[in-house]
């Protein structure tokens, strides 16, 4: 099969803005009215949210808590709207380079006309053929990948959706290209109780995306590529599908003979995806859940969740019913789960649940069930979390700490001369500026100094922290947290970490900037990410280099305690470039 228009996934120019659809409309209000226009007023102003909502393709927004900014999203409400009955919702996620409203023709099945740029395309909507679906494609900021601030964007889209139109909860589906190809994996495989069936093409499967695999058990997936795609290499999509397959998976998988990186072309064709999606709805109930982790960030999957995990390993669970209040599970890196039963139709009321956990006998009662690992015995009642270690919301990598509302600080606390501290406001800018190539994300980042950052600027804000306890007012504040911190006179190295201190994630950042000779590094993270927070996407809890990032002295995941591991403190106190704390 080959594409009748090939096009390249480059970047809009401009996006020329179209109004949002306006709210329902509201009587103004002054003083007091006399009791007939009073009854007037309230009977107009319900006649006004009553409206039918405008139909087809447009632009809404919704307000974003990540920098305070109303973000745009496009959506398509079918020509025959009917506000009292329940719709099925597909979510479309971009490629990189382009936008929101390029996407939701392009999910259509209406690309580009033969000539046409993508600047031009993106003016105005063409006739989208009339399906019974309402479709929502979120900006996401641009060109930002599908993780951290991009894939909070894309769930706030999918709340507001929620929130302004009856939605199936049963029949929300996901699809993308391309970057949002691979956004549409990650999505679909972090949390596959969401969706009702996905459908990535010509995927940039992300990188841990593949371990996640076992999740997509219950979730039905599409996979297309074109065979010559000079991009995203077809290899791409042939190796999660034969993961798949051996996963027993129902995955499906369409290849373009002679296709390059357009594949959307075929695969949106007349529309089609649509017809797909309709044979598919979610299970709530299914009688078997596999589940794999690295975070409490992703710990749960229709009637299982993982309460604790072992920090920085792959947490694994699988739960099948075997027969009515029959259960076996097995587990990895697993030290407390919960179960919910409630609706499960192999889940019998009033009667004993018999679970066979590792190889151990159990019984219990339902529907809800929290079980707690005891050196190797699995016994009822919940975990606790200790309030210093790791634990939800609180556990790292470095990458958590820019995935949502965040501020960048540089250090004045030493009384730096002019020179040196344009030279650290500079740093703390560059890091701020998430612009690559022709790219530039829709994104507002606050860069302060220490003495400058307010109560108001940290609330609900993660920190991004530039120097040392000795240069920075922020930094000598949390340092208690500090796992490791870099020497005076370390002049040529360079250390970025995670703590967790206040409520927040804090990423410190001392001597060289963790992108000082990054070429070789960037090479194996994702190409379609600014190089400042894709390179911080592959660190683990700390890095510490000499020189260059390419030269690495000591990486990887703090234990549970927030501590550098014994088998690597040693080392790094025998440079003596660094202090570690036990």
Same mark, same amino acid.
């Given at each position: 099969?080959?594409?009748?228009?090939?096009?390249?996934?480059?970047?809009?120019?401009?996006?020329?803005?179209?109004?949002?659809?306006?709210?329902?409309?509201?009587?103004?209000?002054?003083?007091?009215?006399?009791?007939?226009?009073?009854?007037?007023?309230?009977?107009?102003?319900?006649?006004?949210?009553?409206?039918?909502?405008?139909?087809?393709?447009?632009?809404?927004?919704?307000?974003?808590?990540?920098?305070?900014?109303?973000?745009?999203?496009?959506?398509?409400?079918?020509?025959?709207?009917?506000?009292?009955?329940?719709?099925?919702?597909?979510?479309?996620?971009?490629?990189?380079?382009?936008?929101?409203?390029?996407?939701?023709?392009?999910?259509?099945?209406?690309?580009?006309?033969?000539?046409?740029?993508?600047?031009?395309?993106?003016?105005?909507?063409?006739?989208?053929?009339?399906?019974?679906?309402?479709?929502?494609?979120?900006?996401?900021?641009?060109?930002?990948?599908?993780?951290?601030?991009?894939?909070?964007?894309?769930?706030?889209?999918?709340?507001?959706?929620?929130?302004?139109?009856?939605?199936?909860?049963?029949?929300?589906?996901?699809?993308?290209?391309?970057?949002?190809?691979?956004?549409?994996?990650?999505?679909?495989?972090?949390?596959?109780?969401?969706?009702?069936?996905?459908?990535?093409?010509?995927?940039? *499967?992300?990188?841990?995306?593949?371990?996640?695999?076992?999740?997509?058990?219950?979730?039905?997936?599409?996979?297309?590529?074109?065979?010559?795609?000079?991009?995203?290499?077809?290899?791409?999509?042939?190796?999660?599908?034969?993961?798949?397959?051996?996963?027993?998976?129902?995955?499906?998988?369409?290849?373009?003979?002679?296709?390059?990186?357009?594949?959307?072309?075929?695969?949106?064709?007349?529309?089609?995806?649509?017809?797909?999606?309709?044979?598919?709805?979610?299970?709530?109930?299914?009688?078997?859940?596999?589940?794999?982790?690295?975070?409490?960030?992703?710990?749960?999957?229709?009637?299982?969740?993982?309460?604790?995990?072992?920090?920085?390993?792959?947490?694994?669970?699988?739960?099948?019913?075997?027969?009515?209040?029959?259960?076996?599970?097995?587990?990895?890196?697993?030290?407390?789960?919960?179960?919910?039963?409630?609706?499960?139709?192999?889940?019998?009321?009033?009667?004993?649940?018999?679970?066979?956990?590792?190889?151990?006998?159990?019984?219990?009662?339902?529907?809800?069930?929290?079980?707690?690992?005891?050196?190797?015995?699995?016994?009822?009642?919940?975990?606790?979390?200790?309030?210093?270690?790791?634990?939800?919301?609180?556990?790292?990598?470095?990458?958590?700490?820019?995935?949502?509302?965040?501020?960048?600080?540089?250090?004045?606390?030493?009384?730096?001369?002019?020179?040196?501290?344009?030279?650290?406001?500079?740093?703390?800018?560059?890091?701020?500026?998430?612009?690559?190539?022709?790219?530039?994300?829709?994104?507002?980042?606050?860069?302060?100094?220490?003495?400058?950052?307010?109560?108001?600027?940290?609330?609900?804000?993660?920190?991004?922290?530039?120097?040392?306890?000795?240069?920075?007012?922020?930094?000598?504040?949390?340092?208690?947290?500090?796992?490791?911190?870099?020497?005076?006179?370390?002049?040529?190295?360079?250390?970025?970490?995670?703590?967790?201190?206040?409520?927040?994630?804090?990423?410190?950042?001392?001597?060289?900037?963790?992108?000082?000779?990054?070429?070789?590094?960037?090479?194996?993270?994702?190409?379609?990410?600014?190089?400042?927070?894709?390179?911080?996407?592959?660190?683990?809890?700390?890095?510490?280099?000499?020189?260059?990032?390419?030269?690495?002295?000591?990486?990887?995941?703090?234990?549970?305690?927030?501590? *550098?591991?014994?088998? *690597?403190?040693?080392?790094?106190?025998?440079?003596?470039?660094?202090?570690?704390?036990?």
């Amino acid at each position: 099969m080959r594409s009748a228009s090939p096009q390249r996934d480059l970047p809009a120019r401009d996006t020329p803005g179209q109004q949002p659809a306006s709210a329902p409309g509201r009587v103004p209000f002054c003083g007091l009215l006399p009791r007939s226009f009073a009854v007037i007023a309230l009977l107009l102003a319900g006649a006004l949210s009553a409206q039918t909502p405008q139909t087809g393709p447009q632009v809404l927004t919704f307000f974003s808590s990540v920098d305070d900014t109303d973000q745009p999203y496009a959506i398509y409400l079918p020509k025959g709207f009917d506000p009292t009955r329940k719709y099925p919702l597909v979510m479309s996620l971009h490629g990189a380079g382009s936008n929101h409203r390029l996407n939701l023709r392009r999910v259509f099945g209406q690309g580009n006309l033969p000539g046409q740029p993508d600047a031009e395309a993106t003016r105005s909507f063409p006739a989208l053929p009339d399906v019974e679906f309402i479709v929502a494609s979120p900006l996401a900021r641009g060109t930002i990948g599908y993780q951290g601030i991009g894939e909070r964007d894309t769930y706030d889209v999918l709340a507001d959706v929620k929130k302004r139109f009856p939605i199936d909860e049963d029949r929300i589906y996901l699809t993308g290209l391309s970057m949002g190809g691979g956004g549409t994996v990650w999505l679909g495989l972090t949390r596959p109780d969401v969706w009702a069936a996905i459908a990535p093409v010509c995927a940039a *499967v992300p990188p841990g995306a593949s371990e996640l695999a076992p999740n997509a058990l219950n979730l039905p997936v599409h996979l297309f590529h074109g065979e010559i795609d000079p991009v995203v290499p077809v290899a791409s999509s042939r190796g999660l599908h034969k993961q798949l397959l051996e996963l027993e998976t129902a995955v499906q998988y369409t290849e373009y003979p002679g296709v390059r990186h357009n594949s959307w072309d075929n695969a949106y064709k007349d529309a089609a995806i649509f017809r797909w999606f309709s044979q598919h709805r979610r299970n709530r109930f299914p009688q078997r859940v596999r589940f794999a982790t690295r975070t409490h960030d992703y710990r749960s999957a229709y009637w299982v969740a993982i309460s604790m995990l072992i920090p920085s390993t792959l947490a694994k669970i699988d739960a099948r019913f075997t027969g009515p209040n029959q259960i076996t599970i097995d587990t990895t890196s697993i030290v407390a789960f919960t179960l919910d039963l409630t609706g499960h139709p192999s889940f019998v009321p009033g009667k004993p649940i018999h679970l066979i956990m590792d190889g151990g006998r159990y019984s219990s009662t339902g529907p809800q069930m929290w079980w707690r690992r005891t050196e190797n015995i699995w016994e009822n009642g919940r975990a606790t979390h200790s309030t210093s270690g790791k634990r939800p919301g609180a556990e790292g990598p470095i990458f958590r700490a820019i995935s949502g509302r965040h501020i960048y600080v540089y250090g004045t606390a030493d009384s730096p001369e002019p020179v040196e501290l344009e030279r650290r406001r500079k740093i703390a800018m560059e890091a701020a500026d998430w612009t690559w190539s022709r790219f530039r994300p829709y994104l507002l980042f606050k860069v302060l100094a220490d003495r400058d950052v307010r109560e108001e600027d940290q609330e609900g804000a993660d920190l991004v922290l530039f120097g040392t306890s000795a240069t920075n007012s922020l930094i000598a504040k949390h340092a208690r947290h500090m796992a490791i911190e870099l020497n005076p006179g370390a002049a040529d190295y360079g250390l970025v970490q995670v703590l967790h201190a206040g409520g927040r994630h804090i990423l410190v950042s001392s001597g060289l900037p963790w992108w000082t000779g990054s070429e070789e590094a960037a090479k194996a993270t994702p190409r379609y990410l600014p190089l400042i927070p894709r390179l911080l996407l592959a660190f683990k809890d700390y890095v510490l280099f000499r020189g260059e990032l390419n030269n690495l002295v000591a990486a990887g995941f703090l234990d549970s305690n927030w501590k *550098v591991p014994v088998e *690597v403190r040693e080392k790094v106190q025998a440079l003596g470039v660094a202090t570690v704390f036990r």
